[in-house]
């Protein structure tokens, strides 16, 4: 089955423990992406990447990381978290040249205390 | 203003009903226009897309662009209790690979 796999589903952690989610795609999608999605905010992009070991950042990137060492994992890092990084991420992933069409990951709540 | 305009709802209509999910946007450049489903606790999925203007009909969807009023719509026919998710849409440039969401509009379908 197609997917984009994310883990953990939720994950409570303290200001300042690093921490990282982890998305992996069986697509062989070149192109993949990290969201927060909050309140009447929407779906707003972190990082994306286009290719093995080519990233650049999206509209909120600040104290997030990314790497893209594997064509099929994309892990989001959060070197310190603080209570702002509070959010409800996705990864998504497409082939190059139809960002348009994204799939999704479940999602992974993320609460920083 | 944000570049994506989306009424938050939420929408209450009755099963059976016709409904209309509307977008406004600031943005002359986006040339790819979608809409997303995202059902409680699930990441969102594709429903439509078109590319610049026009209408683009699958089943029981019909998405409709209309630039020069940088509006777009997605109508929903015979809607189901099973169409009750938030409606999410987007945008993106022909150059870039960056899609611009909306804060999405959540739809209650009742029986």
């Known amino acids: 089955e197609a997917q984009v796999t994310q883990n953990p589903r939720y994950l409570i952690t303290v200001t300042g423990k690093k921490l990282t989610v982890t998305c992996s795609q069986n697509?062989?999608?070149?192109?993949m992406s990290w969201y927060r999605q909050d309140p009447g905010l929407g779906l707003r992009q972190i990082y994306y990447?286009?290719?093995?070991?080519?990233?650049d950042k999206g509209d909120v990137p600040e104290g997030y990381k990314v790497s893209r060492k594997e064509k099929r994992n994309f892990p989001l890092i959060l070197e310190s978290p603080s209570p702002n990084q509070t959010s409800l991420y996705f990864c998504?992933?497409?082939?190059?040249?139809?960002?348009?069409?994204?799939?999704f990951g479940s999602g992974t709540q993320l609460s920083v205390l | 203003q944000k570049e994506v305009e989306q009424d938050p709802g939420p929408l209450s209509v009755p099963e059976g009903a016709i409904v209309s999910l509307n977008c406004t946007y600031s943005?002359?450049?986006?040339?790819?226009f979608m809409w997303y489903r995202q059902y409680s606790r699930k990441g969102p999925e594709l429903l439509m897309y078109?590319?610049?203007?026009g209408n683009k009909e699958d089943g029981r969807f019909t998405a409709q662009v209309d630039k020069s009023s940088k509006y777009i719509s997605l109508f929903i026919r015979d809607s189901q209790p099973s169409d009750s998710a938030t409606y999410l849409c987007?945008?993106?440039?022909?150059?870039?690979?960056?899609?611009?969401f909306g804060g999405g509009t959540r739809l209650m379908v009742k029986p």
């Open positions: 998504a992933s497409s082939l190059w040249g139809a960002e348009e069409k994204l799939f």
């Open positions: 697509m062989n999608h070149e192109y």
């Open positions: 990447s286009m290719n093995v070991e080519v990233t």
């Open positions: 943005n002359s450049a986006f040339q790819y």
């Open positions: 078109t590319y610049s203007s």
């Open positions: 987007a945008m993106r440039h022909n150059a870039g690979n960056m899609l611009t």
